[in-house]
T-cell receptor, first 113, second 114 residues
Framework: GDSVTQMEGPVTLSEEAFLTINCTYTATGYPSLFWYVQYPGEGLQLLLK?????DKGSNKGFEATYRKETTSFHLEKGSVQVSDSAVYFC????????????FGIGTKLQVIP | NAGVTQTPKFQVLKTGQSMTLQCAQDMNHEYMSWYRQDPGMGLRLIHYSVGAGITDQGEVPNGYNVSRSTTEDFPLRLLSAAPSQTSVYFCASSSVEGVVGEQFFGPGTRLTVL
């Protein structure tokens, strides 16, 4: 079945630092890829997505590129803010088309002023 | 639109008690799912439904029942609560017309079983 590997963290960065959270996955075919974000005390919400190889998803200053050759979807942001403190989940959509998503364990990011 | 709503937000049970976690969505989504979130384990799929009257087991279904009598509602029943079911539970929905795997989540129910 599908699987995803991402660093658990926590990752602690100073404000305005560069962020990279690595994500690699295994899947049958070429699933859509997602990053979800969970702010403290809330549910998950979609941060960005990419639906095919070489697509770049972006939102709120975050970016991730669908790399088919390396089966990766690393999340990046050039300058993090305190408000970015949250847990980030990488998730390949199920390539079987049943709307089932395999989630990574989540990476907790803490940004300090 | 309210999106996906869940009740209650918090619940404390004693071992052996039963209860139902409610989930509703107003987006007319066909797919609905229940996940549990535990530290260090990410989200694990409990049960899911691809439409009214159709449900199936996910990764960790034991101790839970679901039903889907309407498109809007997807309750999760704990038959006899155990401390191992202490967790945060999330309901999610998605549309067959959307990107495969794009889900909309509720705010969660934090359950403690003593």
């Amino acid at each position: 079945g599908d699987s995803v590997t991402q660093m658990e963290g926590p990752v602690t960065l100073s404000e305005e630092a560069f962020l990279t959270i690595n994500c690699t996955y295994t899947a049958t075919g070429y699933p859509s890829l997602f990053w979800y974000v969970q702010y403290p005390g809330e549910g998950l919400q979609l941060l960005l997505k990419a639906t095919k190889a070489d697509d770049k998803g972006s939102n709120k200053g975050f970016e991730a590129t669908y790399r088919k050759e390396t089966t990766s979807f690393h999340l990046e942001k050039g300058s993090v803010q305190v408000s970015d403190s949250a847990v980030y989940f990488c998730a390949p959509g199920n390539s079987g088309g049943y709307q089932k998503v395999t989630f990574g364990i989540g990476t907790k990011l803490q940004v300090i002023p | 639109n309210a999106g996906v709503t869940q009740t209650p937000k918090f619940q404390v049970l004693k071992t052996g008690q039963s209860m139902t976690l409610q989930c509703a969505q107003d987006m007319n989504h066909e797919y609905m799912s229940w996940y549990r979130q535990d530290p260090g384990m990410g989200l694990r799929l409990i049960h899911y439904s691809v439409g009214a009257g159709i449900t199936d087991q996910g990764e960790v279904p034991n101790g839970y029942n679901v039903s889907r009598s309407t498109t809007e509602d997807f309750p999760l029943r704990l038959l006899s609560a155990a401390p191992s079911q202490t967790s945060v539970y999330f309901c999610a929905s998605s549309s067959v017309e959307g990107v495969v795997g794009e889900q909309f989540f509720g705010p969660g129910t934090r359950l403690t079983v003593l």
